[in-house]
């Protein structure tokens, strides 16, 4: 019988525990043991695990975070310590091992596949969405929709005082989560590092946007959706710029951790539950050495290198319409 073992490693993402929950119940469907390892690939160092079985996966799907918890593990990058987690693997007797995380947690998947004969497959778990050969990664449709419930919030508050807000989400680096969210909430700028080009373009066409909406709607609130890391200097650097350029007040709002947890939406679930599932046919298979994703509605084994080398484009349709509705130019 074939032993499986699952570890949720890096950033956590809402749908981890659904993906869990689908790997153990196909598991257990197709008689296989599961295993999880505890703290990412501390765990595996560590020998620090436990028997996952169905029954425990009750009233598990909703649940944001990962009960296998995550965590980032330096060590794991030198060569001794996947020597360790090889003798540690096979101590226990496991044939293959799942690794739901984001690139970097793929780069350690790959680094173990180095040491270890065991199958090594990586599953899309980042609500940053930043995995190149998948549609989208678990936990990204939650983190939109926390982002875009609390612009709204803010969107209230911005009206009631004809104020400028400058509200930064997550993203690491890529604007998937800003871009999107900035729609979905009609924001009126969104700055992201893949279509970011100098300081001063960006304010330029902040500052014209601006002045457009106060000559034809008169004074009115205005919400910049930025993604994370990509204004020089960070976000107060921006805030002292717009304040000195329009005169006017700015709020910076960090949505932060609070993206990253939560009941995950559906979307993320069924996600989630595709690719749990399909991971253990992949292993069937014999494949190994892969993240299995999803494109256009299909399940995509995709080598571990490539998801990280090349970096994964925004959608054109989305930018499309953002170009229309968000950074709408008015020439
Ligand atoms: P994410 O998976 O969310 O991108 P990180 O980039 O923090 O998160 O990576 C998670 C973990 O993956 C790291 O703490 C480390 O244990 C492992 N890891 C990352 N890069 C490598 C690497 N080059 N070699 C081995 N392990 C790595």
Not at 168 to 192: C, K, P, Q
């Amino acid at each position: 019988m074939k032993k499986i073992a699952v570890l949720t490693s890096g950033g956590d993402a809402p749908g981890m525990n659904a993906c869990i929950r689908a790997i153990v119940l196909t598991c257990e469907r197709l008689k296989l043991k599961a295993y999880g390892y505890l703290h990412g690939y501390n765990g595996l160092l560590q020998q620090h695990y436990k028997k996952l079985e169905a029954k425990d996966m009750h009233n598990l799907i909703q649940r944001g975070g990962t009960v296998l918890h995550s965590a980032r593990c330096l060590e794991f990058k030198t060569p001794e310590a996947a020597v360790v987690a090889a003798k540690n693997l096979n101590e226990l007797e496991i044939d293959a091992l799942i690794v739901i995380g984001g690139d970097g947690s793929f780069r350690g998947a790959h680094h173990l596949s180095q040491h270890w004969q065991g199958q090594v497959i990586g599953l899309p778990g980042t609500i940053d969405n930043d995995i190149y050969g998948t549609d989208a990664t678990i936990g990204y449709y939650t983190a939109i929709e926390t982002a875009v419930s609390s612009i709204d919030k803010v969107r209230d508050t911005a009206d009631a005082f004809e104020r400028i807000f400058l509200i930064e989400v997550m993203g690491r680096h890529a604007g998937f989560i800003a871009l999107n969210a900035a729609l979905a909430s009609a924001s009126d700028h969104v700055i992201v590092p893949e279509l970011f080009e100098t300081t001063e373009k960006a304010l330029a066409a902040m500052l014209e946007e601006l002045q457009y909406r106060r000559d034809n709607h008169g004074s009115v609130s205005y919400i910049i959706v930025i993604a994370e890391n990509v204004w020089p200097g960070g976000l107060g650097a921006l805030v002292s710029e717009l304040e000195q350029r329009t005169g006017s007040e700015v709020r910076p709002v960090i949505l932060g951790h609070v993206q990253r947890g939560g009941s995950p939406v559906p979307q993320d679930r069924i996600l989630a539950s595709k690719l749990g599932s399909h991971a253990i046919q992949a292993i069937i298979d014999g494949q190994t050495g892969v993240m299995i994703g999803e494109c256009n509605g299909e399940p995509v084994a995709v080598p571990l290198e490539q998801t990280w080398a090349q970096q994964k484009p925004l959608e054109p349709f989305c930018v499309e319409a953002m170009s229309q509705l968000v950074n709408a130019t008015t020439d």
